[in-house]
């Protein structure tokens, strides 16, 4: 079999393709908000929110995600973060809710810090709600 040297070149291509830039880095700082039912048609969800910021600008990331809602696909689940409307989301066809975005993409969210409240609203009604606080 010959060897061609243009096969060096398609192996880094691949290379970077697979093993390029990610988004992300070395975590400078991680919040966690524990969840709190103020519903109990919601007591059976699962829920995680995680706010993390990155040491070298690298972007934020906030990731909102609540599971098994007692909800109808396309209802929509309002997030505020201290009461000021953070996205409306349409509640997907495996009973899921959820808001994960980086900073760098089109869509802007606030920073947050230790202590700030997020408030998942239902029909006018608070349904769960917690207090992001320092990921030990």
């Known amino acids: 079999m ?71 696909v396309n209802e929509e689940l309002e997030f505020l973060i201290n009461g000021n409307l953070l996205a409306t989301v349409k509640v997907k066809r495996n009973l899921e809710a959820e808001f994960d975005h980086w900073a760098d993409e089109d869509i802007e969210f606030p920073m947050v810090h230790d202590g700030d409240e997020l408030i998942i609203v239902y029909d006018n009604t608070e349904v769960l709600k917690g207090i992001f606080r320092f990921n030990q």
Request: glycine share 8%; aromatic share 14%; hydrophobic share 40%.
């Open 2 to 72: 010959q060897f061609h040297w243009w096969y060096i070149l398609v192996g880094i291509i691949l290379f970077f393709i697979l093993f390029g830039k990610k988004k992300g880095g070395v975590v400078s700082t991680r919040l966690t908000a524990s969840m709190q039912v103020l519903d109990s048609r919601f007591q059976d969800c699962k829920s995680e929110a995680d706010f993390t910021s990155f040491k070298n600008d690298g972007p934020e990331h906030i990731d909102i995600e609540i599971e098994q809602l007692p909800l109808k």
